[in-house]
């Protein structure tokens, strides 16, 4: 069966949701890493797909130090200790990281991908 784009499911990659004075909370809808060099590696895609939260995290105005909460979605838990070094470095200037949840999602991932990664945040107002 062939799908159109208007077939396809509608999804936003970020939602900000107001919370009054104080600032919004950001959503960010799980992101991956489906580069050829980095097929089968978790570290290089645990690091790209954390480049690439940074920038849509700054489009908003916001940085990794804004993110409250990670949900990561790996293709197999023996990939933690490589996923979980890159996390940690990718946290290691917040005053207080994320809270975090990692769920084995095994071949829902697709063939060579190892981790998607989604995040929210809060973004103060200023």
């Known amino acids: 069966m062939s799908m159109?784009?208007?077939d396809r499911p509608r999804y936003s990659p970020a939602?900000?949701?107001p919370l009054g004075a104080s600032g919004d909370l950001l959503l960010l809808s799980g992101i991956l890493c489906v580069d050829?060099?980095?097929?089968d590696n978790i570290e290089v895609q645990t690091r790209r797909i954390f480049d690439r939260i940074a920038r849509a995290l700054a489009k908003h105005?916001?940085?990794l130090s804004d993110i409250v909460k990670t949900t990561s979605y790996l293709a197999d838990l023996a990939d933690y200790e490589g996923f979980n070094r890159v996390r940690v470095e990718a946290f290691k200037d917040c005053q207080e990281p994320p809270a975090s949840t990692?769920?084995?999602?095994?071949?829902?991932?697709?063939s060579g991908t190892r981790v998607e990664i989604e995040a929210v945040a809060f973004v103060p107002s200023h």
């Open 4 to 6: 159109t784009n208007t």
């Open 15 to 17: 939602r900000r949701i």
């Open 36 to 39: 050829d060099d980095a097929r």
């Open 61 to 63: 105005g916001a940085s």
């Open 102 to 110: 990692a769920v084995g999602a095994g071949s829902l991932l697709g």
